[in-house]
C-alpha cells in the first residue's frame, strides 16, 4: 500500500512525498547519492551520477535503492505499489531505452530536470521485468514523478501496456489504476467543506448534526480507492499555506489523516500493514523531511554543497 501527495505552496514551491504502508520494515534509511557516484545499469552503459539525490531507501551491493526520491533540481519521484496490474516487459526490446523496473528512479533523477523532459522520454523507455538481485523480487509498482509545474503518473500495465497520465490532483494510492480512481471520484461530488443546511422536508424541518456534516460520506477506511479520494479531496480544500513551516504541517496533516495504524489492517501473509514513515521534500530549501511510525519526531536533512561533493553515499 502508500499514499504519494503533491502541491505548491503561494509562490509555486513544491512539496512532495508519500506514506509508506507496508507489512515490515526494511531497514529503510534517508540516503543522500552524491554527484559522481557509481551507478550501473542492466541493459545500459554504466555511468555515474550527474546530480545529488535525496530520499529514503535501502542500499543493496552499494547501490541506493531508492522507494522516494529527489534530485538537486527538485524533481522527484515515488515508486507505489500496484499490484494485480503492474506487468513489465519480459525482455529487452531492440531501439529502446531499456530499464529493469527499479532503475527507473535515479534514470529520472539523473537525466532530467523537469517533468515536462521526462514525459517526453518515457515515449522510447521499456520498462523490463529485472530484479536487482537473486534475493529480491521484482517489485509490482506505479510511479508518480513531480515538478515545481506538474505531476505525471507512470503506469505499466497488463491491459494498456505504458500509460503515462497528468495528475492534476497530485494524489496516487495503489490498484485500481489511476484512471479508475480519477473516475471513481464521480461518487464524491456531493462533498463539501461547508456544513450541510437545514432542510425542509414536507413541512419538518431536518436539522444537520454537529460540524463537518458537508463531508459526510468521506471515506475513512484504508483500501487505496478510499485513501485516494480522501487525499484528493484534502488537497482540494486545505487553504494555501505561507511559509515553509505551515507547508510542512499541511503535508502531514494531510496524509497522517490517512496513516495506517498498526493493528488496524492484517494481510493475508498475517502480518500488520501500517504507514512506516511519512516523508516530504521541499523544493525550495532541498530538505527532507520525515518521521516514523516509532518515532514521531520530525527529522530533517537537506542536501548540501558537503555531501552532493564526497565519493560515498551518506546514510542518515
Not at 232 to 246: M, S
Amino acid at each position: 500500500m502508500c499514499t504519494g501527495l503533491r502541491f505548491t505552496d503561494d509562490q509555486g514551491n513544491l512539496y512532495f512525498g508519500r506514506n509508506l504502508d507496508v507489512g515490515q520494515d526494511y531497514g529503510e534509511k534517508v540516503i543522500v547519492t552524491p554527484r559522481n557516484y557509481p551507478l550501473p545499469y542492466k541493459f545500459l552503459a554504466d555511468t555515474k551520477t550527474s546530480k545529488a539525490v535525496i530520499g529514503m531507501g535501502i542500499v543493496v551491493d552499494g547501490y541506493p535503492s531508492y522507494f522516494d526520491c529527489f534530485n538537486e533540481d527538485g524533481l522527484g519521484i515515488a515508486g507505489l505499489n500496484f499490484p494485480h496490474y503492474a506487468q513489465f516487459s519480459k525482455e529487452p526490446v531492440n531501439g529502446k531505452i531499456n530499464l529493469a523496473s527499479y532503475e527507473i528512479m535515479l534514470w529520472v533523477t539523473q537525466n532530467f530536470t523537469t517533468v515536462k523532459e521526462v514525459k517526453e522520454a518515457l515515449k522510447n523507455v521499456n520498462l523490463v521485468s529485472e530484479a536487482i538481485n537473486s534475493d529480491f523480487a521484482v517489485a509490482p509498482l506505479h510511479w508518480i514523478i513531480s515538478d515545481n509545474e506538474e505531476a505525471i503518473v507512470v503506469e505499466v500495465s497488463k491491459q494498456y501496456g505504458m500509460k503515462v497520465f497528468e495528475d492534476k490532483l497530485g494524489v496516487l494510492t495503489n490498484s485500481p489504476d489511476f484512471n479508475w480512481q480519477v473516475t471513481n471520484l464521480g461518487n464524491y461530488t456531493g462533498l463539501s467543506p461547508h456544513d450541510a443546511t437545514l432542510q425542509n422536508w414536507n413541512g419538518q424541518e431536518v436539522m444537520p448534526w454537529g460540524v463537518g456534516t458537508g463531508s459526510l460520506g468521506l471515506p475513512g477506511d484504508s483500501i487505496p480507492a478510499s485513501r485516494f479520494a480522501k487525499v484528493a479531496y484534502l488537497n482540494a480544500n486545505y487553504p494555501t499555506q505561507k511559509g515553509e513551516t505551515a507547508n510542512v504541517a499541511k503535508f502531514f496533516n494531510i496524509l497522517k489523516s490517512v496513516a495506517m495504524v498498526k493493528g488496524s489492517v492484517i494481510n493475508n501473509q498475517g502480518k500488520d500493514e501500517y504507514t512506516v514513515y511519512t516523508a516530504c521534500y521541499s523544493s525550495k530549501t532541498k530538505t527532507y523531511y520525515c518521521n516514523y511510525a516509532t518515532d514521531f519526531e520530525l527529522k530533517k536533512y537537506t542536501i548540501t554543497d558537503e555531501n552532493l561533493s564526497l565519493n560515498k553515499l551518506t546514510i542518515y
